[in-house]
């Protein structure tokens, strides 16, 4: 640790538009590129935080909305904060809840001053506005805490965007104020849906907070692949270079190398625990689906070129019998090895962008 | 390991009538008394082979009636046997599957010769045999390969029990003709319900064979706990004092310590990761079930006197959420916590027997 404020980012080496930097937070420090698991319920699910440091993950994701409502902000105060709750000491990023809360439809209703919601465990009522959001993520002393956004789902009318771009930097601006500049860094989220002028006018919105980091937010959420990437890169353009950036919900390797190749230096994605949960394996080559047949008399490992714990003691056919049998060491072991994959990826990114050699790394993994 | 036949047992020492004893197989030493964590389709539910071995599990169980239809002796002999398959170096106890197969009642067909029965998975039909559960289980390469027995439900008639042992007998002597007296040791297993009589025949027909070890069988099916105790006490007095003494399917705290206390070597039962799955950690004084409000604010460990690796990280409170937001990672947490509280019962039993100071140990625990 320096004396950085938390949330300092330092842009180490770049690589065609890939970016290689160093974020300074106040449970430790993040190499970036990262890829961030995601531990909705204060939990990455099935692994311990034994396991990610294992497998070399320094920063993870929770979720404001799923912790609000349970276990809530008092017990987890009481516990010490969410590091001490869940027994994670490296740095912790929470995701605001903005994107939960505007994915329940029917149950929330949304006003110039925030959002009231219904909870999806009990039906009671809750309201979050920018400013208790921030104060949540504070209170549960995590090191990144993002804004509450208005995420709207795509395809949407140009007014649409417009409107929602308007409230998210309305939005942005309370929740500046209301930030402490304490040990938790405070990032914005860019949205605009796929059309450049909203996006543009976005990242002028929050760019001029001069706050630590900008998530582009609002990609991923129905648009297709190809628009996904040409506004990824067209909205990492917009920041600045000094800065962090956090492109929300993306999690493949395909999707990953695509997120770097736009100058992205940080992603998160439920995509290797869930898909591991089912039985997909990934690899750089992509994923497999281990409940096939043709797995059931394969004794190889599931990735001859991977290092990780599961590589190198399991088979993929047995791996294949735990699916068949419904066994829960299934979904634990590919959970470990998804995540292995994307961080070990990133690792060799990190290098491929310190030595000048992006473009072919990105070209070997056929991705972008 | 010594140049002792697979099997080998030497008892070390005596307190009252528990025993420390030594147990040489072909994949290691097994320190008596021990509990086998059950790893039925070749995985204990959500642990790895790492995490057992750090716990200190010397030995485990499998099941001969699972592992048989799914994934099959031709898929676990290409892997190299079970222990290859499964990525666990040390000894392996697989039971006959004649307690699952006699569990299947109206889909199972029993004669002289063995027993019929359909798959509870696909409901394709399966023939076990005296001869062929022995061959297949050294096929595997497991350790210790337990017989097929005739387990019945109790109540029952003298009459039904009186069958019962006939048929164990003879398939015992079948049995033991078939063994390959190679790497893999046979047991065989006493029947005869709550029947002293039928205990004493059951007894006496297989220790007339001379095999390495003998199971107590047929208790824990429907008697009373004081029943099963006085049953296991005097079966097990019936037994050689120089071969090991195994009552299948006990696993609590008390239930464990009472069986020490009869005589007894070795004790499997699925309870400490059914119970951990469901939310119940074990605890020397007792299980606290973790899903109670009670224990949503309680920040200290589920045992201030355990050691293991949960205790020293998690609380009750985290516990409690992960089973209230159903996440995996609790099954996980629980089910170790719970082996390592039995194994480290177990160390604690053999030091205290190795002292002669197995009354005191056992009437602290408070548990006969």
């Known amino acids: 640790m320096t004396n950085a404020p938390p949330g300092a980012f330092t842009l180490r080496a770049t690589s065609g538009t890939a970016r290689r930097g160093t ?9 970036t590129p990262a890829f961030m698991p995601v531990g909705t319920a204060a939990t990455v699910k099935g692994l311990t935080p034994r396991d990610l440091r294992e497998i070399g993950v320094n920063i993870i994701l929770a979720n404001t909305y799923h ?3 349970r276990p809530g902000r ?6 010490g904060g969410l590091h001490r709750f869940m027994g994670w000491d490296r740095p912790i990023l929470t995701d605001s809840g903005g994107f939960q809360v505007f994915s329940l439809e029917s149950r929330r209703d949304i006003d110039e001053d925030g959002v009231t919601f219904r909870s999806h465990i009990d039906g009671s009522s809750h309201r979050f506005t920018p400013e208790n959001v ?25 007014e649409a965007v417009a409107a929602s771009v308007a409230r998210t930097s309305a939005w942005a601006r309370r929740a500046a104020s209301a930030w402490r500049h304490g040990a938790t860094a405070l990032f914005g989220i860019m949205q605009g849906g796929v059309d450049e002028r909203a996006r543009a006018k976005s990242a002028a919105d929050l760019v001029a907070l001069d706050l630590p980091g900008y998530a582009i937010g609002g990609l991923s959420v129905g648009e297709t692949r190809d ?6 890169r067209f909205s990492a353009a917009l920041l600045p270079t000094d800065k962090p950036r956090y492109l929300m919900g993306v999690g493949t390797v395909r999707d990953v190398i695509a997120a770097v190749d736009c100058g992205i230096d940080m ?4 995509y290797p625990t869930r898909s591991g949960r089912h039985g997909r394996a990934m690899t750089r080559s992509g994923d497999l689906n281990l409940r096939n047949a043709a797995f059931t008399r394969d004794f190889g490992p599931i990735d001859e070129d991977c290092r990780c714990e599961v590589c190198a003691l399991f088979s993929r056919a047995y791996i294949s019998h735990l699916f068949r049998a419904n066994e829960l060491l299934g979904m634990r072991l590919l959970s470990y090895h998804n995540i292995f994959i ?6 060799d990114a990190r290098r491929a962008i310190e030595a000048d050699a992006w473009a072919a790394f990105r070209d ?5």
Chains 1, 2 share one sequence.
């Open 267 to 270: 992603f998160d994605c439920v």
């Open 74 to 79: 008092d017990t987890i105060v009481a516990a």
């Open 134 to 158: 921030v104060a949540f993520q504070e209170d549960l002393g995590v090191d990144i805490a993002m804004m509450l956004d208005e995420c709207i789902k795509l395809p949407a009318t140009s």
């Open 227 to 232: 628009e996904m990437v040409r506004l990824a």
């Open 67 to 69: 912790l609000w409502l």
């Open 364 to 368: 070997r993994i056929g991705a972008v």
């Open 23 to 31: 974020l300074e937070l106040a449970h430790g420090t993040v190499e």
């Open 342 to 347: 994307l961080d070990a990826l990133m690792a």
